[in-house]
Nanobody, 127 residues
Framework: QLQLVESGGGLVQPGGSLRLSCAAS????????IGWFRQAPGKAREGVAC????????NYADFVKGRFTISRDSAKNAVYLQMNSLEYEDTAVYYC????????????????????WGQGTQVTVSS
């Protein structure tokens, strides 16, 4: 059974950094398109970043370019989202998602590409 578990969220001051982790069981993440999404209270879920399978390219939403980095750790079967220069507007629940039969280029992946989702981790940016 395919499972995704996010971790690493928390409370951080504006300008600070966090690294989110997405750990997988039941499948090898290297062979899947992996996306990070977020949802703030009262807002729709939006794509943040995604990374193509088999060493493929990464794509980012315009609002995180230069601040966030998505990466893989094949040995740990995990994908990370390094978030720097955090802003109040980055406060949200962050989710990772996986899809085997998809490839994406351009900005962050749309949610409809993904069938498998984690439960999310809360990120709060506050002074």
């Amino acid at each position: 059974q395919l499972q995704l578990v996010e971790s690493g969220g928390g409370l951080v001051q504006p300008g600070g950094s966090l690294r989110l982790s997405c750990a997988a069981s039941g499948f090898t993440m290297d062979y899947y398109l992996i996306g990070w999404f977020r949802q703030a209270p009262g807002k729709a879920r939006e794509g943040v970043a995604c990374i193509n399978k088999n060493g493929g390219s990464a794509n980012y939403a315009d609002f995180v370019k230069g601040r966030f980095t998505i990466s893989r750790d094949s040995a740990k079967n995990a994908v990370y989202l390094q978030m720097n220069s955090l802003e109040y507007e980055d406060t949200a629940v962050y989710y990772c998602a996986a899809e085997e039969r998809a490839y994406h280029s351009g900005t962050a992946c749309p949610a409809y590409l993904f069938k498998s989702w984690g439960q999310g981790t809360q990120v709060t940016v506050s002074s």
